[in-house]
């Protein structure tokens, strides 16, 4: 004779054990394959198996992801160890010994099975977790090398303007260079011309006869026009050495 309890015969509350055994490795089965093969539009970890959801029992693996699919084998476990609890309790209460041994027998194989789909899917849960923080580490390690090819980009960028500085600086140290050496050599001809003004008027003043204090003033005169060109020649030689330094 039969055990029973509130919830239904031990046969009864067997039967339901096995159903929810069959489901529950029905959406292992499910979950190894979208495991595999989802993962990569999978938008939820193993986190959400903590979140809660209703309490209407969908098909296993019908519109869920990942997370869904394994809180909803994890409740059917649970509802499966719970279950053997009761028929543990229930087969002791039998008074024959073979059918006692029969459904010792019977609830110790559905809760070796539960603890074996257990098992599977803490591994797939550990998998999941494990790809999913490789994923995670990617991400990461994209977003440093996107950061660290705009910085040495940045540094090229510096050191093309850096070059370009320097050859416009070179440049303007060149056509101050060009300048300086015109300026000195229309010295040179003011000087040339000066000279041969001088002898110009040194023929003409002996010619007429001048005194010689006309003549001193205009050698006096001719010195200071010598100078005043020294001058002019060191100050442009100071002005170009000083825009050359300033330009380094």
Not at 10 to 36: C, F, N
Not at 159 to 184: C, D, F, I, K, P
Request: charged share 30%; proline share 1%; net charge positive.
């Amino acid at each position: 004779m039969e055990a029973s309890a509130g919830g239904g015969t031990l046969s009864e509350i067997y039967q339901s054990a096995r159903r929810l055994l069959l489901r529950t490795r029905d959406g292992l089965g499910k979950l190894e394959r979208l495991e595999s093969s989802s993962f990569p539009s999978s938008s939820s970890s193993f986190s959400s198996i903590s979140t809660s959801l209703p309490s209407s029992a969908a098909p296993a693996g019908v519109g869920m992801d990942f997370g869904e699919l394994s809180f909803s084998i994890k409740r059917d476990i649970t509802r499966i160890k719970s279950l053997c609890t009761e028929m543990d309790r229930l087969w002791r209460s039998i008074g024959a010994k073979g059918q006692r041994d029969l459904w010792k027998r019977k609830v110790e194989q559905v809760a070796e099975e539960t603890d074996s789909l257990r098992d599977s899917l803490e591994k797939l849960a550990l998998k999941q977790q494990k790809r999913l923080q490789e994923a995670k580490e990617r991400t990461e390690l994209l977003e440093r090398a996107s950061g660290e090819s705009e910085h040495v980009l940045k540094i090229f960028d510096d050191e093309a303007q850096a070059m370009q500085s320097a050859r416009n600086s070179h440049m303007m140290l060149e056509e101050a260079y060009s300048t300086g050496v015109a300026v000195l050599s229309k010295y040179a001809e003011q000087r040339d011309r000066l000279k041969r003004a001088q002898r110009k008027a040194l023929d003409i003043l002996n010619t007429v006869g001048l005194s010689n204090s006309v003549l001193k003033l205009i050698e006096r005169r001719h010195r200071v026009d010598k100078w005043i060109a020294y001058v002019g020649m060191i100050t442009t030689v100071i002005v170009m050495y000083m825009f050359w330094r300033w330009t380094h």
